[in-house]
């Protein structure tokens, strides 16, 4: 077996992390770059489902929908799409996306979005019981390094809060409401 590796277990679904509109049914930049990363993710790991997640938040439609039209455009199967329109926030891209993967039995999924976001991403979902893998998305070669760095110390602050939500226990109320345990 020198020299051998195992093949990767199947990914059951790749979930893509919404970002703001431009304005109504206009995708903004951070929701395309995702968008596009998660393409390329879903279709090189020949993942069986695309989860497209976020809620309306400034304006209408909801980011989810938005994204499949662009899936859809990209050649994407109506098949694989699923539609979280619920969420408008990481931690309930965390709730709803968790109860998805709950009713569907998936265990092996990647979550799709910002680098800069990635860590409170995975934070999120993992402090719920999800076990969940990451890619972030690069910075776009047209960002400035410091526009980025910025991102990534506003992320740092949130991913404090967030942890210390979670250690507080506040959580635990909208999972008993939602995932109805």
Not at 159 to 166: I, N, P, Q, T, V
């Amino acid at each position: 077996m020198l020299g051998r590796t195992r093949p990767a277990a199947p990914v059951d679904a790749v979930i893509v992390l919404g970002a703001a509109l431009a304005g109504p049914g206009v995708p903004g930049p951070a929701l395309i770059r995702r968008l596009h990363h998660g393409l390329a993710v879903f279709r090189r790991c020949e993942a069986r489902h695309l989860v497209l997640s976020g809620g309306i938040v400034q304006s209408t439609p909801a980011e989810a929908v938005v994204m499949r039209t662009l899936a859809r455009a990209d050649g994407i199967a109506d098949a694989c799409i699923i539609v979280e329109d619920q969420s408008r926030n990481t931690f309930e891209n965390g709730v709803y996306c968790g109860r998805l993967m709950r009713e569907n039995g998936w265990r092996n999924v990647l979550i799709v979005t910002d680098g800069f976001h990635l860590p409170r991403a995975l934070l999120v979902f993992r402090c719920l019981g999800l076990r969940v893998r990451g890619e972030g998305v690069p910075r776009p070669a047209t960002m400035p390094r410091s526009r980025w760095t910025r991102h990534y110390a506003i992320e740092m602050l949130r991913l404090m809060r967030s942890a210390y939500l979670f250690s507080r226990g506040t959580h635990k109320p909208v999972l008993k409401a939602v995932w109805k345990n």
